[in-house]
């Protein structure tokens, strides 16, 4: 039985792992953390569900065989997605993405209108700060972006984000439909309590599981993972984790933000009124989203749940979008060797949802 290896057991390595088992490999997964699932994983707090931020899948209309992979595990519910923005200068929630209508209620609305009539070519946007002025005028940036994008970053001025086409989500400015965020997406969340954890367990029951243990040697020609103090050996080794921790950081650190979480109950059935389930904060709050679970949920309490996300360079979750990053990301993927793959928002060092992940596991398994 040929043998592989599974350097991370978030959801990329569940998704692999089960892929791999199928295919007829002997899987060992080896996880820095005490659980599977990563980021996506379901935690308990006081009986309310919650995962760090919000974890629902969107999936592309012409890419539903995701979403099938998922449903062959878990019951899938639909939702729809709605995200409010609470701007501090107008003390009001707008929705997200800005929306025409709303405009008419800001109070510099006159402004607004008129930098909208005289806005630049967004073609010709050199980063992530032209492009959203180009798009919406200074005074919206300056409302929704421009403190929002700092804060989520890390960073002093928004012109260092210079690889910015996934910034807006594809709409700088929306009118028709006030509240869908995604159009053309199916959105959803797992039935059960649990969410996605029963998924995670089904992957990896064929597999072995090194828990507790991170990798920081990997001997990449030779097909080798040191697990503690152990060498294992594969025919096949697939890498979630950062790139430059698989070659001892030859190229540089990639730089990552992460997150603080905090969580917050509070004595009433729900906050955010429906159909919102978080909301953005674009000022110099500390934190970038508030996230009411119980919608996603379906979990029924008296009292309600919310999480709280902060920023920091503590932990590791948002790969930069930035072209120098990239760049260094690219010689460490380009470094990879036949056989050793590597997957998952930081093994490509890519802003990657759940649904990218499982196609690439698909594409992945076409080759092999
Ligand atoms: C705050 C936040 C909210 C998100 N919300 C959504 C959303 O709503 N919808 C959506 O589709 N996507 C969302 N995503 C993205 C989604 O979570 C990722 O697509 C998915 O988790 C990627 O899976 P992964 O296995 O690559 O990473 P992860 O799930 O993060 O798993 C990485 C795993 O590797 C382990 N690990 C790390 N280092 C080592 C090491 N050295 N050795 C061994 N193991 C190691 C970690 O412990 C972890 O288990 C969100 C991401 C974040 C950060």
Not at 74 to 87: D, I
Not at 222 to 230: M, W
Not at 326 to 350: C, Q, T, W
Request: hydrophobic letters at 35%; charged letters at 25%.
């Amino acid at each position: 039985m040929k043998k592989a290896i599974v350097i991370g057991g978030g959801f990329c390595g569940c998704v692999v792992t089960e892929m791999l088992s199928k295919k007829g490999f002997e899987v060992t997964v080896v996880e820095a953390g005490d659980c599977i699932g990563g980021g996506c994983r379901t935690f308990f707090y006081h009986g309310h569900p919650y995962t760090i931020g919000p974890r629902h899948i969107l999936v592309d209309v012409d890419e539903m065989y995701t979403w099938e992979y998922m449903e062959r595990f878990v019951e899938m519910r639909e939702l729809q997605h709605h995200s409010l923005t609470y701007v501090s200068q107008d003390d009001r929630f707008y929705t997200y993405p800005i929306h025409m209508d709303d405009i008419q209620s800001m109070p510099d609305k006159d402004t607004i209108e008129a930098e909208l009539d005289n806005r630049g070519d967004v073609s010709q946007s050199k980063d992530f700060e032209e492009y959203w002025v180009n798009s919406v005028g200074q005074t919206l940036y300056n409302k929704f972006v421009n403190t929002y994008s700092k804060k989520m970053w890390g960073v002093k001025n928004n012109k260092e984000i210079d690889d910015f086409g996934f910034s807006p989500k594809g709409v700088a400015l929306k009118s028709g439909d006030k509240v869908s965020f995604e159009g053309s997406k199916v959105i959803g969340y797992p039935t059960n309590i649990e969410a996605f954890n029963p998924f995670f367990d089904a992957c990896v029951q064929n597999a072995t599981v090194i828990y507790n243990t991170p990798v920081q040697k990997i001997d990449v020609d030779k097909k080798r993972v040191l697990a503690g103090d152990q060498w294992l050996d594969a025919d096949l080794i697939v890498s979630t984790i950062s790139p430059d921790i698989v070659f001892d950081y030859c190229h540089g650190e990639l730089r990552y933000i992460g997150r603080h979480f905090m969580k917050l109950i509070l004595p009433c059935e729900r906050v955010t009124p429906e159909p919102y389930y978080f909301l953005y904060y674009a000022g110099d709050e500390p934190y970038t989203r508030v996230v009411e679970y119980k919608l996603l949920t379906g979990y029924e309490s008296p009292n309600t749940l919310l999480g709280i996300e902060i920023p920091t360079f503590d932990n590791k979750m948002y790969p930069y979008p930035v072209k120098a990053d990239i760049a260094k990301a690219k010689k460490y993927l380009e470094m990879f060797p036949d056989g050793v793959h590597s997957l998952g928002r930081m093994g490509k060092y890519n802003y990657d949802n759940m649904h990218v992940v499982i196609r690439d596991c698909f594409k992945l398994m076409e080759n092999i």
